[in-house]
């Protein structure tokens, strides 16, 4: 009945940490022991097919390094950056990946077949190089670049080609490396590449037939005391669920759903539900006392500056963002086209939020133009999520489709996690926003984002 009594208050993770530890230890030596069973074996095959694979490598490293010199060459021909072509020329006789793979290749006399289709992949690729010279050689005419590797100064453009005008010249350069008889060339690398792996594999699958079955019978055993740990972890992995993680993901749905959290599990979350449900009911109390018209902005539905104000009063920094929202421009706008129609662009914006943000976010209009969007339930980092919404919402405020004129907004974003208090939070987003307005508008500035 005592220990029942125990399970119904709750076991601590503590005691569950300690018992993983103590079955983890005296499993993993028993492991030990019946790998070490298998070590002389193991390295008999490892011995030979560490030289097939070295193989492998080899053969993927031509193909690789074929790879690197066309973006290095296509990044030239596009935009006539110097630096590719420096890169191109480091990989092409300094790093030598290509050559380093058919000298690995050699020393293996067993590797003859797969070593002819390698020179040839690399045959191929060394006559791609030839149609990549010419083209960057046209872009060194198109830019009139001085400083460049000798073997480009003797590749001798045609009188035709020649007499092009420079955007001509970086047309055709591109061209050269983009068209279909280029990727033609490359494909037959890859054929040949295919055709040396597949050779490289054969040799891989000629393992002694006696040390594989040597190995799985000593497999076997070790499999019995695998079987063994994988119990033992797999009950101890429940007992985790059901106290920590399935509770976890029980009170993630109910917060979603704007509940209080069920206070079951461990007896560390428990006391973390209890304290999150006394903030849940307090909150709750609060927002019941507030009346909607006291709390809305009558003009856009969002709320105002009293509603703004409860909100980041009750939040949970540690998992919310702030993104302050400013309208480009909108005094301008006002001006040329009316307040009827600056009201109508704020209550679309406003819908726009909306409909790119969760109903659990909150959306406030803090001032005639200025609007805050907490993000909550946040904990991690959402960078890219958060530019995506941003960049979505100024692509429909750039494009409308009704009779309202094209605007931007300027966003200054701050996790919770980044200030200490709650002015502090206000104060960095709004830094934040005009940094963006610095930068020219329509844009975002993170507030000292961690990487």
């Given at each position: ?10 076991i601590?993770?503590?005691?569950i940490?300690?018992y ?5 230890v ?5 492991i ?8 002389e074996?193991?390295?008999r095959?490892?011995?030979?097919t560490?030289?097939?694979i ?6 993927h490293?031509l193909m ?7 973006e290095?060459?296509?990044?030239f021909?596009v935009?006539g950056?110097i ?5 191109y020329?480091?990989e092409a006789f300094e790093t030598?990946r290509r050559?380093e793979?058919i000298?690995?290749m ?9 070593l ?7 045959k191929?690729?060394m ?5 990549e010279?010419?083209a960057?050689?046209l ?5 009139g670049y ?11 453009l045609?009188?035709a ?6 955007d ?6 591109t061209?050269?490396?983009?068209n279909?008889?280029y990727?033609?060339?490359?494909d037959?690398?890859r054929k040949y ?12 699958q000629?393992i002694?037939a006696?040390?594989?079955k040597?190995?799985h ?7 019995i005391v695998?079987?063994?740990q994988?119990v033992?972890?797999l009950?101890?992995?429940w007992?985790t669920?059901?106290?920590?993680i399935?509770p976890v ?11 209080p ?11 973390l ?10 909150f709750?109390?609060s927002?019941?006392h ?6 809305h902005d009558e003009?856009t539905g ?8 409860l909100?980041i009063?009750?939040?949970?920094l540690n998992?919310?963002?702030m993104?302050l929202?400013d309208v480009?421009n909108?005094k301008?706008?006002?001006?040329t086209?009316?307040?009827e129609?600056?009201d ?10 909306k409909n790119?943000?969760?109903?659990d976010?909150?959306?406030c ?6 609007f805050?969007v ?5 904990t ?5 999520l958060?530019?995506?919404?941003i960049?979505?919402?100024n ?7 009704d009779?309202l004129?094209?605007?931007s907004?300027s966003v200054?974003i ?5 200030v200490?208090?709650?002015s502090?939070?206000?104060e960095?987003?709004?830094a934040?926003?005009?940094e ?5 508008k ?6 000292d984002?961690?990487?």
């Amino acid at each position: 009945m005592g220990v029942f009594k125990k399970w119904e208050k709750g076991i601590s993770l503590r005691v569950i940490q300690m018992y993983l530890i103590v079955i983890t230890v005296i499993m993993s030596g028993i492991i030990v022991f019946c790998t070490f069973q298998l070590t002389e074996t193991f390295m008999r095959i490892v011995k030979a097919t560490e030289e097939h694979i070295e193989l492998e490598k080899a053969a993927h490293e031509l193909m690789d390094a074929s790879d690197y010199l066309t973006e290095q060459v296509q990044r030239f021909t596009v935009n006539g950056d110097i630096r590719f072509m420096n890169e191109y020329f480091t990989e092409a006789f300094e790093t030598n990946r290509r050559e380093e793979a058919i000298r690995k290749m050699s020393v293996n006399n067993d590797t003859s077949a797969a070593l002819n289709d390698l020179r040839e992949a690399m045959k191929n690729s060394m006559e791609l190089m030839q149609r990549e010279y010419y083209a960057m050689r046209l872009v060194i005419e198109a830019k009139g670049y001085t400083d460049y590797p000798d073997v480009l100064k003797n590749v001798a453009l045609s009188s035709a080609d020649a007499a092009l005008s420079p955007d001509d010249k970086m047309k055709l350069a591109t061209e050269m490396v983009l068209n279909d008889n280029y990727y033609d060339k490359k494909d037959l690398i890859r054929k040949y590449m295919k055709e040396s792996l597949a050779e490289v594999d054969k040799l891989t699958q000629n393992i002694d037939a006696y040390e594989l079955k040597s190995l799985h019978n000593e497999l076997t055993i070790t499999r019995i005391v695998v079987v063994l740990q994988v119990v033992s972890v797999l009950f101890m992995v429940w007992l985790t669920s059901m106290l920590g993680i399935k509770p976890v993901l029980t009170a993630v749905d109910k917060i979603r759903a704007d509940s209080p959290i069920p206070e079951t599990g461990a007896n560390e979350f428990r006391y973390l539900a209890q304290a999150y449900n006394k903030m849940y009911a307090a909150f709750k109390n609060s927002l019941e006392h507030l009346n909607f018209k006291a709390s809305h902005d009558e003009l856009t539905g969002a709320y105002n500056r009293t509603g703004y104000d409860l909100l980041i009063s009750t939040m949970d920094l540690n998992s919310t963002y702030m993104m302050l929202f400013d309208v480009d421009n909108f005094k301008s706008i006002n001006d040329t086209y009316g307040h009827e129609t600056g009201d109508k662009i704020l209550k679309k914006l406003v819908q726009i939020l909306k409909n790119s943000f969760r109903e659990d976010d909150y959306i406030c209009r803090i001032g005639g133009d200025e609007f805050v969007v907490f993000l909550i339930h946040s904990t991690e980092m959402k960078k890219e999520l958060i530019i995506g919404k941003i960049d979505q919402i100024n692509k429909a405020l750039e494009n409308p489709d009704d009779d309202l004129p094209s605007i931007s907004i300027s966003v200054g974003i701050v996790h919770g996690k980044q200030v200490d208090s709650v002015s502090s939070l206000f104060e960095k987003s709004d830094a934040a926003m005009y940094e963006s307005k610095k930068k020219g508008k329509h844009t975002y500035t993170f507030y000292d984002l961690p990487e």
